[in-house]
């Protein structure tokens, strides 16, 4: 029994008006991505919660594992490899995929990890980077002008006064960012803007493998980040996907990797996985900047905060 459980203020967090309200927005953000997905010709696709094989991610976030059958299941990070073999079924996909990332305590302070969170994850078959792009763009209007809609009342209460970004958004090369503010061009940036913009082209030794190496830019990815303006933060992580086996083991060893663990998506793409663009957009994020809170608990109805232990 953890200790610090205590039933009646959690009865009262869960029953104060702010959860209600963010609940309400919550739901009208799901159900226009949704429909604005399904409008684009997408297929929604059932999140894959326990696999053998999940994404190992960049940063140091802890994985969960069950043993079963004399295997390991990993719990969901990202259905990014999911995500590229769905789109050999039908070639727009997406789904709401509850992820499990177990943070170190010190992300508490961001107020902008949950190790429990909803990552609206898509894939497009044969398309490139900038339909992707596009394609969020368009999403994320659609998305606030809906909520601005449906639910002014809420916003309102917030004292949320949030207006519908105009296209295209700025961007924003990872080497200009860096070389202007240094390791903290997001946050600054994130500060400094008024309207969501991108982040184009990360460096190949800063994140995933699975991001394809810009062919005219070796060393740079075909890949982008959302970020929110008013310091808000990463909205959605994506880009174009590697793909070759060749090209996908080189990137594994030099993450210093063990090949052993990726043997079964090695195969699969040596039988012959297809050219993709996708991202991951954060729903919980979302839901925050549209509300204008300033960290995930105040919007979230069970949040599980890193550090802490919760029901
Ligand atoms: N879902 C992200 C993507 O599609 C990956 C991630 O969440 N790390 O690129």
């Known amino acids: ?24 927005i919550n739901t009208e953000v799901r159900k226009s991505l949704a429909e604005f997905l399904r409008n684009e010709g997408f297929l929604e696709i059932p999140p894959v919660i326990i696999s053998t094989i999940t994404d190992p991610l960049f940063h140091s976030t802890g994985g969960a594992e069950i043993e079963y059958a ?10 990014i490899f999911h995500k590229q073999l769905a789109i050999l079924a039908h070639d727009k996909i997406f789904s ?15 107020g902008a990890h949950l190790l429990e969170f909803t990552q609206l994850d898509l894939e497009m078959a044969y398309e490139p980077r900038n339909s992707v792009i596009e394609l969020a763009e368009d999403m994320i209007c659609h998305v606030i002008s809906h909520v601005k809609k449906n639910c002014q009342e809420q916003l309102d209460r917030f004292g949320r006064d949030l207006n519908v ?28 803007k008024k309207e969501p913009f991108w982040i184009i082209d990360y460096p190949i030794t800063g994140r995933e493998f699975y991001d394809r190496e810009k062919p005219d830019d070796p060393g740079f990815l075909d890949d982008m980040d959302m ?7 990463e909205a959605l992580s994506g880009g174009s996907r590697e793909y070759r086996r060749d090209r996908i083991e080189k990137r594994i ?11 079964v998506y090695l195969e699969l793409a040596e039988e012959g996985l297809s050219p993709s663009s996708g991202f991951g957009l954060g729903i919980e994020r979302l839901v925050r900047y549209i509300c204008g809170l300033s ?5 979230t109805l069970f949040p ?5 232990v919760s029901i």
């Open 70 to 79: 004399g295997a390991k299941f990993r719990l969901t990070k990202s259905m």
């Open 304 to 308: 599980k905060t890193p550090g802490s």
């Open 227 to 233: 970020i929110y303006p008013e310091g808000y933060g």
């Open 96 to 110: 709401f995929s509850p992820n499990i990332r177990l943070e170190p305590p010190e992300m508490a302070d961001t």
């Open 295 to 299: 960290d995930l608990e105040a919007i």
């Open 1 to 24: 029994m953890d200790p610090t459980f205590d039933a009646r203020s959690l009865i009262e967090r869960i029953s104060e008006d702010e959860k209600a309200h963010a609940l309400k």
């Open 165 to 192: 970004p105009d296209k295209p958004f700025e961007r924003i090369t990872y080497k200009e960012a860096h070389d202007e503010y240094g390791g903290i061009y997001e946050e600054v940036l994130s500060q400094k």
């Open 253 to 263: 060893l030099r993450q210093g990797l063990d090949l052993d663990d990726y043997h």
